[in-house]
Structures are given as structure tokens and as C-alpha cells.
């Protein structure tokens, strides 16, 4: 395994501000990995992922992007490998179609109009937004727009993805397209960095599960392990999902139940029944 | 804030409704009663008529945006197309999704903005300060009164926005999916206040995703898609309906999915719990027997 990302003591603090908002943060993001990144608002999470793609850089410590120092790369070079798709699509959004809008980037790029299209024509089919070129994003649903803002990303061929909070604002039709669009981006290659609240989200989608509180590292394991350590999230005010919630109560009545999905529960319950 | 009863606050008969803009209708042939201190949840995706349903139970539909009409709505004996949106607005208050759209702008602090509505209607200077201290120990916004409300987190915000609701004690709060752009503190926050609410006798319609918790205070469901009632009654009889619910897109609490997956693929019967207390009775239950 390769790394793409390290943050070796990173601490950051914003201009103005005597607080730090991450106080020496060590982590190690390998190649193809998919990582989830929770905790409360105003604990450091946000921070620590714009310190990932050189949108923030840090006043203390190194972070390196495949091995280029964040402080001296020049942004484009930064960019150019760690994708980020921020929260709000309307934040993103600024071109008229769908077309123009995933092209901005590559052209951006200087690339030749016809590597701009395959782009575009790459980046969409991915997100299954084929179809959609001439259409007015304002005139999406909240869900295509989401991943209308991936795909404009994508189309800049970026080896790691940071996803700002992708599933607030959606319904679940549209949490479970971008449950489905994270895992696929992931199996063809991509890195994946989510930064989210929705636990049962990262419970269906990331192996591995960073907690941030109070501008430190407080967990960091597999989403399973994170997940279980109930004290530790309770004090990070991190409720997990209705599942795990429910093995943990199951396990009080005698049963050791370890799900963090429901059809891992199921699976649980059906051997169980068989070998009481 | 009165004791349930038979008394029917909202009636919505044959709804049917198009804006100016769309082409096909947004409501079609919507059905419901809401009865003095009942929770109705309105579930359904993004887009199947949630928010333009709350908007014409206070008259904003068809009264401010135009558009085809058809059928009826009666708030307390009154049909909204003949009252005016002001007339409503001390029957029906309408906390929209972002708190950012409700907070007037022109007040400095929390506690102006809570008087804001009660100065517009002309109240007296001491059921001013009355009703608006209430409502703010209400949603637990004491010693922020003077605070601008522009510097107050997301959870603060939508609670004062509700807040500015309850001061001017409408006979409905109608909830536009409430916690959608809020952080889970936030969200906790201003669940916390809803089911106070709803515990002590509001009459509340509020259109909500975070199911799992909407189970714990509502009574009744209305399931909407593409503008229809899919589905209508006591919210256990709607959660139950698991394969129609995510053949829409909408997913039951995860507790209330597992007995239905259970029945389904290993063949026990189970209730159908839709709370985590209700689950863990259940299921051990179910486990310890088998």
C-alpha cells in the first residue's frame, strides 16, 4: 500500500483567531482507500479536509500529497490531485448547463477541446448524468445537483475525492445514489475522503473511520471498531446508527450481535436461529 | 395549546394544485384531517409535493403564488381561499427549512425578533414581553436574548424560528422539514422542542426525513409521491408498509425494516416495532424463543 496523503503534526489555526482549530493531527491516507471523517461542528473535521487538498495550509506541522508539501506546491498541482466537493451544490455550481459546468475545470487545465469533452463525457457517465448536458443545473433535483458538483470535480481526473457533507439536504433516494456513486468511485480507483454526520451512511459505505473533537484525533480504525466505542462517541455528541444501537441492547439481554447494517443483522439473526 | 380531541383543526379535501410555472399538477386530489393536538408526519422524496402541501395550509398556496386550484382546505371552520395569508397567520404557523429565510433581518436580537410578528399585529406592549419571554424559555433560547440572531448556530436559529412561531400561539405549526440542514446537535435541539410540542398538546403537520425520530411523536402519516397519497393513517400502520415505502424511496426506521426483512427471508413473524425500545423488546423476544 502506497500513501497519497499524510498530515505529519498538523496544526492549523485561522487568521485573527488565538484558538486552534487542529492541534497536531497525524494521518495516513493510503492509495484506494475509502475513509469517512466525523465529529461535531466546530471540532476541526472541515478544517482538516480543506488542509487535504491545499484549500487551508498549515500553520505548524506538513501535510504532503503524494509526496508534495502543500506549503510549497503550487496550489494547481494540489488541486490538480485532491478533488473537493463542498457541501452546498449552489456554492459550486456557476455555469448556465451541465456541460459547461463539468468542462470549466479541464478547460481550466488548457486541455484540448477534444480531451475537454471526453472529459466531460467520462466524468458524467460516471455519475450517471449522461443525457443531461443541455439541461439548466438549477433546473435539477437537489440529488442530481449533487452529483452533478462530483462530477465537475471528477472531469478534472483527480486521484483523491474529499466529499464536504454529501448526504445533508438529500432524501434518502438520494442518499442511496450517493451511497452507491461513493462505492463505485472507490472501486474504480478513487480515493475517497467523506467528511460527514450521517452515521448510517458510514456505516454502509466507509471500511475506516476517523474521529475529529476538539481539533484532535480522537479514533481512527475500522468503521466497526469506531463505531462500537460508544463512551468515546457519546462524549464527541455522536449518536450511532439505529442498528448498532440495537446490538449494543440486544448484547445487554445476552445476545452478541456486532452488525453495523441491517442486512448484517439479518445475517446474525439467521445464524443464531439456526445455532442457538 | 388544547387537549386532543374530536375537534377537526385542519380539513384538506380533494387538494388538487399547479403553479403558474409547472406544467403538470404538484398536489392531486390530496385527502386529510388533522384533529386539535394530533402530530401528522408528511413523508415522501424531495420533490413529491412536501413543502407546497405546508405552504397551503397557511395560505401561501394559492394566495401569494397564483397557480390552479382545486378542492379545499378549512382551518378551523375557515376555507384558506377565502381568508387572507394574514388572517392565517395567527391560525397556522409555518417554521420553514432554513431558519435563514424565516429571521426577518430587520431585528438586532433574539428577543426583538420574537416580538417582531406581535408588534406587526398591534398586541400590547406587556403580552408582547410576556409572549415573547415564553417562547423563548420555550425553545430554550434564555440568555441569548440579546444576541443578533445572525450569530447563533444552525440548532439556536431554526429554535428561534420556531420561537417567533409559538409567540404568536397559532392553532397549527406547520414544519417544513425543520432539521434537513442542520448538524445532529442541531437536529437533537430542535427534535427536543418538537416533541415537547407535540407531548404537550400542539396540533403540529410537519413534513420530516429523520423518520426514526419522527416515530417517536407522531401520530399519523401521510405518505406523498409525485403529488398523490400513496398512503394515510396511524403512523405504525404506515412505517409497516416497508415495500411501498422503499419502492418510493422513503426508508422506515432501520428497526421496522429488520422484522419485515425477518418475515420476509427467514420466515418468522414478528411485530413490526418503530422505536428502538419497542425493537430490543421485540427481538429479544423473538431471539430468546427460537
Given at each position: 500500500?502506497?500513501?497519497i ?22 494521518l ?88 475537454v ?30 452529483l ?22 438529500q ?37 475506516r ?60 439473526m ?7 | ?8 383543526v385542519?380539513i ?43 405552504k ?31 388572517q ?31 408588534m ?24 441569548l ?43 437533537f ?27 417517536y ?74
Open positions: 500500500m502506497s500513501i496523503i499524510e498530515t505529519k503534526d498538523l496544526w492549523f489555526r485561522y487568521p485573527g483567531i488565538d484558538t486552534w482549530a487542529l492541534k497536531g493531527i497525524n495516513t491516507i493510503n492509495t484506494g482507500e475509502l475513509i469517512a471523517i466525523i465529529g461535531q461542528n466546530g471540532g476541526g473535521k472541515s478544517t482538516l479536509a480543506k488542509n487535504l487538498n491545499g484549500l487551508l495550509k498549515p500553520t505548524k506541522g506538513v501535510v504532503l500529497v503524494e509526496g508534495l508539501d502543500t506549503k510549497t506546491t503550487p496550489s494547481h498541482e494540489i488541486v490538480k490531485r485532491v478533488g473537493y466537493v463542498f457541501q452546498n451544490p449552489s456554492h459550486q455550481i456557476f455555469e448556465s448547463n451541465v456541460f459547461q459546468e463539468v468542462a470549466y475545470g479541464p478547460r481550466n487545465l488548457g486541455l484540448s477541446e477534444e480531451e469533452k471526453d472529459r466531460v463525457r467520462w466524468a458524467l457517465s460516471l455519475v450517471g448524468l449522461e443525457g443531461y448536458e443541455d439541461h439548466n443545473p438549477y433546473d435539477l433535483d437537489y440529488g442530481k445537483m449533487k452533478l458538483t462530483v462530477a465537475s470535480v471528477l472531469s478534472m481526473k483527480p486521484k483523491v475525492l474529499v466529499l464536504d457533507e454529501p448526504t445533508t439536504g432524501d434518502h433516494a438520494g442518499r442511496h445514489l450517493l451511497a452507491s456513486l461513493v462505492k463505485k468511485l472507490n472501486r474504480e480507483g478513487f480515493t475517497i475522503a467523506i467528511i460527514t454526520h450521517d452515521m448510517r451512511f458510514v456505516a454502509e459505505v466507509a471500511p473511520t476517523v474521529l475529529i473533537a476538539d481539533g484532535q484525533k480522537i479514533l481512527d480504525g475500522p468503521t466497526r471498531e469506531v463505531l462500537y466505542t460508544v463512551d468515546v462517541l457519546k462524549k464527541a455528541a455522536i449518536k450511532p446508527p439505529q442498528i448498532v444501537q440495537l446490538s449494543l441492547a440486544l448484547r445487554e439481554h445476552g445476545f452478541s450481535f456486532s452488525s453495523l447494517t441491517l442486512q448484517e443483522m439479518l445475517d446474525e439467521r445464524k443464531l436461529i439456526k445455532n442457538p | 395549546m388544547g387537549q386532543r380531541g374530536n375537534e377537526k385542519i384538506v379535501e380533494n387538494l388538487t394544485y399547479a403553479y403558474p410555472t409547472s406544467k403538470d399538477f404538484v398536489l392531486k386530489k390530496v385527502n386529510f384531517e388533522v384533529h386539535r393536538g394530533e402530530v401528522l408526519a408528511i413523508l415522501g422524496p424531495n420533490g413529491s409535493g412536501k413543502s407546497t402541501l405546508c397551503s395550509l397557511n395560505g401561501l398556496v394559492p394566495h401569494f403564488y397564483g397557480g390552479r386550484y382545486g378542492g379545499k382546505v378549512i382551518i378551523d371552520g375557515q376555507e384558506v381561499l377565502n381568508t387572507s395569508v394574514s392565517l397567520a395567527t391560525k397556522v404557523g409555518l417554521v420553514f427549512q432554513d431558519p435563514e429565510d424565516q429571521i426577518s433581518g430587520l431585528a438586532l436580537t433574539v428577543w426583538e425578533e420574537v416580538a417582531f410578528g406581535l406587526m399585529l398591534g398586541k400590547p406592549k406587556e403580552e408582547i414581553r410576556q409572549r415573547v419571554e415564553e417562547a423563548i424559555r420555550y425553545v430554550g433560547l434564555e440568555g436574548e440579546k444576541r443578533s440572531p445572525f450569530e447563533l448556530s444552525g440548532g439556536q436559529m431554526q429554535r428561534l424560528a420556531i420561537a417567533t412561531v409559538l409567540a404568536l400561539r397559532p392553532d397549527v405549526i406547520v414544519m417544513d422539514e425543520p432539521t434537513a440542514q442542520l448538524d445532529p446537535i442541531g437536529k435541539e430542535v427534535l427536543s422542542v418538537i416533541e415537547k410540542l407535540a407531548n404537550e398538546g400542539s396540533t403540529i403537520v410537519i413534513a420530516e426525513h429523520e423518520i426514526e425520530e419522527v416515530a411523536f407522531a401520530d399519523k402519516a401521510l405518505v406523498l409521491f409525485n403529488g398523490e397519497v400513496i398512503a394515510y393513517g396511524p403512523v405504525r400502520e404506515v412505517l409497516r408498509k416497508v415495500d411501498e415505502l422503499k419502492s418510493i424511496g422513503i426508508d422506515p426506521p432501520s428497526v421496522t425494516e429488520l422484522a419485515h426483512a425477518i418475515k420476509k427471508e427467514l420466515g418468522l413473524e414478528a411485530e413490526y416495532p418503530i422505536t428502538l425500545e419497542e425493537a430490543v423488546k421485540i427481538y429479544s423476544e423473538l431471539l430468546g424463543v427460537s
